[in-house]
């Protein structure tokens, strides 16, 4: 615990191990098992528990419980985990469950994520890279969330929903389906509203790639025939794309949920306000 600070009303259970400048402050509660990364900020009346590692860099704000036990009933008590990543920021009143004893195991987040005040990950989901949970988002248990995906506020997902890549959840969006890479959900049920462009360029893709999803997605949901058919056209037609690749490796993957679709009558919006292209 080299050059670290603990603030003497918090408890550090004998077992935990503390890594080099970390901070914690008053009334923290650091479980047995916890393994505290380097360069760790962890403020008042945060609580740690159970097998928990939390990555270097990171931020936990007050009240914030991080690794209690899964809310599922086939958890014997097992021993299961809670791993995340490095430079994660999360703030006040987050909770994330470890996994339970009866499925995977545990519960795993990636690096650089953001999660707002009150937002919830279930036992058992597998979070990506670059994840941004608005205030008050609550997923299931089983949930898998992609890189570079953001869910904006009050969002709820079901249990076992996949969110692919760099897709985009709505606000206050209820998901009980699969959401493609690069897709958009909105509404209450969510459905497939259009690509998420700015978030695409945003992280960088470049244009002729946007442009492939583009004709890739109005292809899969022309409605001319199932989109499992359809699906094998695009990668015939898109071969070259890794984008596109991904989105029908989603498609085609075996998964527990349906995939949200535009709605009947209506096609998908594949443009945004500010693009001149």
Partial sequence: MSNSSIHPTSIIEAGAKIGDRVNIGPFCHIGAEAVIGNDVSILSHAVIMGATTLGDGSK?????????????????????????????????????????????GYTTVGNNCMFLAYSHVAHDCDIGDNVTFSNNVMIGGHVTVGNNVIIGGGAALHQFVRVGHHAFIGGLAAVAKDVVPYGMAIGNHAYLAGLNIVGMKRSGMARPEIHNLR???????????????????????????PAVIDLIDFILADTKRHYCTPPLGSGIETSDSDDNS
């Fill in 215 to 241: 004709h890739a997605v109005r292809m899969l949901f022309d409605r001319s025939k199932p989109v499992y058919k359809r699906a094998e056209d695009v990668r015939l037609e898109f071969s070259q794309s």
């Fill in 60 to 104: 936990v704000y007050p009240n914030a419980i991080l690794g209690g036990e899964p809310q599922n009933t086939k958890h014997k008590g097992g021993h299961t985990t809670l791993t995340i990543g490095r430079n994660c920021t999360i703030r006040e009143g987050v909770t994330m469950h470890r996994g339970t004893d009866s499925s995977r």
